[in-house]
């Protein structure tokens, strides 16, 4: 079954550069998630996106942004990137299921060291 | 947001049964218990979630208790690859919001 395709796997930036992580959802899954997991942390929720349109918003500080395009696909821009950026970061998608309950499937994550 | 209570760390023999508790008395009637895991630096995995009902898959089994203050997610035969961060999740607003997890750990 297909999943969550995230790219690139791995990133090296140095502190204020920029860096732009994406998120392919499963196929006929219209709502994405973004979290960020530090070092020996669990993950946080940083944003979400339904149908094109951000749905909620976490932690996600102001100098991350995100979209999702036309075909569902996210992207997550991170600018003036600071040491502390480093960590995995995942993206999930779920289906509207209508039921009220929302599975979401993971992505393997994007590793983002910041030198 | 209701909030989890889950032991830290639990160990478990290879082909015995695994049994993890949650604790979430602050619940509300219409909020789900999603069970997800996290092998060491994979993306976390969705096992199973529930409202009242007890439920089954291939890879667990959920018991919610009748008042639906605690519940918990049985893996019936525990293999090695079955070590990892179990996560008790009570979904609102549909973002999941992880606490503090269970490690468990399978010993041959």
């Known amino acids: 079954a297909a999943g969550v395709i995230q790219s690139p796997r791995h990133l090296i930036k140095e502190k204020r550069e920029t860096a732009t992580l994406k998120c392919y959802p499963i196929?006929?899954?219209?709502?994405v998630y973004w979290y960020q997991q530090g070092p020996g942390q669990d993950p946080q929720f940083l944003i979400s996106?339904?149908?094109?349109?951000?749905?909620d918003k976490g932690s996600i500080p102001d100098r991350f942004s995100a979209q999702q395009f036309s075909d569902y696909h996210s992207e997550l821009n991170m600018s003036s990137l600071e040491l502390g950026d480093s960590a995995l970061y995942f993206c999930?998608?779920?289906?509207?299921?209508?039921?009220?309950?929302?599975?979401?499937?993971f992505g393997p994550g994007t590793r983002l060291t910041v030198t | 947001d209701a909030k989890t209570t889950q032991p830290p760390s639990m160990d478990c023999a290879e082909g015995r049964a695994a049994n993890l508790p949650c604790n979430h008395s602050?619940?509300?009637?219409?909020?789900?218990v999603y069970w997800y895991r996290q092998i060491h630096s994979q993306g976390p995995q969705y096992i199973i979630h529930?409202?009242?009902n007890n439920e089954t898959n291939e890879m667990a089994s959920l018991i919610i208790t009748e008042d639906r203050k605690s519940s918990t997610l049985i893996l019936p035969h525990a293999t090695l690859r079955d070590t990892a961060v179990y996560y008790c999740?009570?979904?609102?607003?549909?973002?999941?919001?992880f606490g503090a997890g269970t490690t468990v750990t399978v010993r041959a």
């Open positions: 999930a998608s779920s289906p509207n299921t209508g039921t009220g309950s929302y599975e979401q499937y």
């Open positions: 196929p006929r899954h219209d709502t």
């Open positions: 996106f339904y149908e094109k349109m951000q749905s």
């Open positions: 602050t619940i509300s009637g219409n909020e789900y």
């Open positions: 529930g409202l009242k």
């Open positions: 999740i009570v979904l609102n607003d549909y973002k999941l919001s």
